[in-house]
């Protein structure tokens, strides 16, 4: 019994040698992760300077309303004025994305798969664009006899994702 207990002592103090000369941090470094590349698209003329924010400034804002699109440039924007924080941020911001889609539909059923096409028919939602087609018509290839239970069982899938997102 003895030895077994000085050889499993042996065997402790060998792995916690190895271990402490053993670190986990890299010995060499070549290069560091916190430079940035100037991106490509951009020249170096158009960059930007961080905002007052990002500097570690305490800097609280409230948001306004989205404007409408601007179809020329697809895009919509909205101004972030300074509620709360440090007097060196920035007194107002302005944040742009792009539009969302002008033409959003409710999706209909699928027909049965007849002459190897299946159709649906969408009606245009309350919501959108009134220069959008009121209804639309999508058709899509089947083969004939095949069950449609995959396409109910996307549509499920679909409307679950959506409940999962908090939609209505």
Known sequence: ?????????????????????????????????EVQETPLALPVAEQTQPTTASQGLSCRYGKNPWTECDTKTNTRSRTLTLKKGDPACDQTRTIQKKCKKACRYEKGSWSECATGQMTRADKLKATSDPSCE????????CKPGKSKDKTAKEQRKNKDKGARKGRA
């Open 1 to 33: 019994m003895k030895h077994y207990h000085r050889q499993l002592l042996s065997m402790c103090t060998g792995m916690l040698a190895l271990a402490s000369s053993m670190s986990m941090l890299p010995h060499l470094a070549y290069g560091t992760t």
């Open 134 to 141: 009121a209804t639309r018509v999508i058709k899509k290839n």
